[in-house]
């Protein structure tokens, strides 16, 4: 099984709202990232978490708050968004974070295409 | 920072026909991956490589890891409709048994197949 599943496929909010995206991995992954991808762009790192901690925050905004509730979880919360926010979020997940061997092959989940009003 | 030059930008052929794409770096890198994406999905990872001079196939698909670990290509060959979407090359920099390896993308490459 190398599925990473990701909630919700879709989501519109305005800029006052508050919302949250889920990821889901039953792989055994120890590393889990968030990417942002805005349209015919390659992924932007965001966050990665290693062994629930997060180990790298690419300089984003406050507005966007990773949490880590477990090995399996990632959830990434959303506060006063803007509408150059609006992208594709893209959740990852692999072996480890380890240079070499299986740490970089990362796997991704569908994505949650936000829009923000 | 480091860069991935991935060529070409885009493809338009002939269903059955071969392609060939790759990317290149000043950089070393210990992986590298393939990726394809369709329109509103996520990547789907198609081939890793790990080894300098690696040759790796997957089904149609042949990539290989360059011996001077700067850079990659993917083959597809005989070509189908469902081919079509964005394949995005990504090398892991960090020096080998380091803690830390990000992911660094290619701009992609947009494949069009015309049956």
């Known amino acids: 099984d190398t599925e990473v599943t990701q909630t919700p496929k879709h989501l519109v909010m305005g800029m006052t709202n508050k919302k949250s995206l889920k990821c889901e991995q039953h792989m055994g992954h120890r590393a889990m990232y968030w990417y942002k991808q805005k349209a015919k762009k390659p992924p932007e790192l965001m966050f990665v978490y290693s062994y629930e901690k997060l180990s790298i925050n690419e300089s984003v905004p406050s507005r966007f708050s990773p949490e880590c509730p477990n090995s399996s979880l990632l959830n990434l919360h959303l506060h006063a968004l803007q509408p150059e926010d609006s992208a594709l979020y893209l959740c990852?997940?692999?072996?480890?974070?380890?240079?070499?061997?299986?740490?970089?092959?990362?796997?991704f989940g569908p994505g949650t295409r936000l829009t923000v009003l | 920072g480091q860069q991935l030059n991935q060529s070409p930008q885009s493809m338009f052929i002939q269903e059955g026909e071969d392609v060939s794409m790759n990317c290149t770096s000043s950089s070393i890198f210990n992986t590298w991956l393939w990726y394809k994406q369709d329109p509103g999905e996520g990547p789907v990872l198609l081939i890793a490589l790990y080894k300098a001079g690696e040759l790796t196939s997957n089904g149609r698909l042949t990539a290989q890891f360059g011996i001077t670990r700067k850079d990659s290509f993917l083959n597809i060959s005989a070509s189908i409709p469902s081919d079509v979407g964005i394949y995005f090359c990504?090398?892991?920099?960090?020096?080998?048994?380091?803690?830390?390896?990000?992911?660094?993308f290619g701009k992609g490459t947009k494949l069009s197949v015309k049956p």
């Open positions: 990504a090398g892991q920099l960090g020096n080998y048994g380091g803690s830390q390896g990000n992911l660094i």
């Open positions: 990852a997940s692999s072996r480890s974070t380890w240079v070499g061997g299986f740490g970089g092959k990362q796997f």
